[in-house]
Structure formats: C-alpha cells, structure tokens
C-alpha cells in the first residue's frame, strides 16, 4: 500500500509539475486554497504575480492565506479590495456572459469575473487557475460524506458534467485562461486513482482531495494543506451576498414578487437572491422557459440534460 502510495504521489507531482511550467501566462489567481497554493509552489521559481479578490463590505476568509502563500513563496500579490457595488455591477456583466441565473455559478464566478477584468485593466494577456481540482480529487463538500460504494460513481457522475465558466469569461474579456488541473495527463492520471484515496480520514478529519493534500502537505504550508474546503464565495467574501438580498428585499416584496414570476413565466424562485438574478436574466434574456423540450428543471422549466442539476437555475437535487 505505501509504495502503490508513493507511485500515486510521485506521478501526480510529476504531471502537475509538467503542466504547470507549460503555462505562459505571468499572473495566478490566488485564492489561498490547496489547488491555487499548488500551483503558485511550482511557479514561484519565474516570480509570477498573483491577484487576490477579496469583498470590502462582507467577510473573507481568503486574505490571511493569501498573504501567507505570498510570504512563503516570496510572490507579489495584489489585493483588489472590491466595494459592494462594484461587484452588483460584476454580477449583471457575469449573468450576460454565463447567461443563467443560477445563484451559486454566480455567486462563484463573479469573483473570476473580476479577477479576469483586474488582468485586462492591468494590462495581463492571460491568467493561471485552479478549476478542475475539485471535480477530478473530489473537493467539494456534499462529496465528502458519501459512503464509499456511491463515491466512485458521483466522481465520475461529476467529471462527466463538469465545465468551467472561466473560460466562457475569459473569452468575453479577451484574456486567455490557463488551468494546469485540466491537462489532459493530469486528468488521465486523477481518474485512475482509487476514490478512497481522493476522500480520506486525516487526523480524525474528513478531506476531499486527500491525494493531493498529502502529496503536497511537505511543500506547501500545513494550515492550506489540510485547510477545510471553502467555497470560492466564502473565501472572497461573496457569500455575504446572500444576507445583503435577505436584508434589502422585505419577505412581503419577496413573496409578491415570487407569486408575479409564477404566474407570468411559470417560474418558481427559491430565495431573495435568486430574484436578484433572475430579475437581470429576464431583462437580459427573456424567459428561460423551453416549451419544446420533454426533460425540463421543475423550477424553471429550461431544458436540463440527464442531471440531478439544473445549470440554469441552480436547483438541486432535481
């Protein structure tokens, strides 16, 4: 076990390594987390910048990690400090490009969105991701507590479906996006490492990732080695945006304003911040409704492909 341990290691370092110095571009995003402490570890030795995207108004939990990564590795970091409305303004530009709704891609990829747009004002052609690491070494959350014959299955139930708005952003903003996680050999070698090497017991913990955890726990520091998986959102301060709908639209403009989409669009919204959202796709795009399709969200009623997920409005499970 501890050799065929080893042999995972070594080639999963070596892969990362490989695809990771195959990237041009001179700017990571930094989110302080495992995949982005990662692959600023390989490229520390070409002094790339970073750029940290951290919500003024709303706590974050990304800043102190990033600043430690910074130090460690001896990386500039920019820190973009960004005010409550500036990222309303990001959110509208971010519906237009994803053309959904769907309040946790949002949520989420607001903070790409001004990331990537930090790159183009600063004059960047390209910047350097993290996406695919959680997909590929089971990373997210509602993985972690799956008993283990479901596990390989959701894994690949996963990696078939998975797809990264970054790159829908990127090309919208003319940047180009580097992701060392998704090269092809990364990806080959990931899907051939057991599940119970991706969700593991560590020091009576519970990780996603784990593989990737201990291969790296010796190189990166310990505190972003074994940090507990913190959605981008909750990291960059975004997540506050849920309270900030809560506390702006009163339950009674709420409900008035639920019982109209009803009855207009035959489409159900699940929270305040939901009808934020979808108030801007509506006005961007008209109604999600697809009246040819047999397989449709129940919320929404936009065309949904055979998934327990609807990509448009953000419902699951359905």
């Known amino acids: 076990m501890r050799n ?121 052609k390209s910047i350097i991701t993290g996406d695919g690491a959680d997909e590929l070494f089971a990373g997210y959350n509602f993985l972690i507590n799956k008993p283990e014959n479901e596990l390989e299955e959701e894994i690949k139930r996963v990696c078939s479906i998975m797809h990264f708005p970054t790159q829908k952003i990127g090309k919208a903003l003319g940047i180009k996006i580097e992701s060392p996680f ?48 913190s959605p981008m959102q909750e990291g960059s301060g975004t997540s506050g945006l849920t309270n900030l709908f809560e506390s702006v639209i009163g339950e009674e403009t709420f409900v008035e304003k639920k019982l109209t989409v009803k009855k207009d669009d035959d489409v159900v919204i699940r929270s305040r911040e939901s009808m934020h959202y979808y108030e801007i796709y509506k006005k961007l795009f008209g109604s999600p409704c697809d009246k040819e399709s047999k397989n449709t969200c129940p919320y929404c009623k936009h065309k949904v492909e055979n998934s327990k997920f609807c990509r448009m409005c953000g419902a699951f499970p359905i």
């Open 4 to 124: 065929m341990l080893e042999d995972i290691s070594k080639n999963l370092y070596d892969a990362l390594e490989k695809s990771c110095n195959s990237c041009t571009s001179n700017l990571i995003s930094l989110s302080g987390g495992l995949d982005s402490t990662i692959i600023a570890y390989f490229l520390k030795e070409k002094n790339p910048k970073t750029i940290a995207i951290i919500a003024e108004d709303f706590v974050s939990t990304d800043l102190t990690y990033c600043q430690m990564v910074s130090k460690q590795m001896q990386l500039p970091l920019s820190i973009y400090n960004v005010k409550t409305a500036i990222i309303l303004e990001a959110i509208e530009e971010t519906i237009k490009i994803l053309k959904n709704f769907n309040d946790i891609e949002i949520r989420n990829n607001v903070v790409m969105y001004l990331a990537i747009k930090w790159a183009k004002e600063n004059g960047e």
């Open 182 to 229: 998704l090269d092809d050999n990364v990806i080959k070698i990931a899907k051939e490492i057991p599940a119970n090497l991706k969700v593991k017991n560590e020091n009576n913990k519970r990780h996603g990732k784990w593989i990737l955890r201990k291969t790296f726990e010796k190189y990166i520091p310990q505190q972003i080695a074994w940090r507990m998986k």
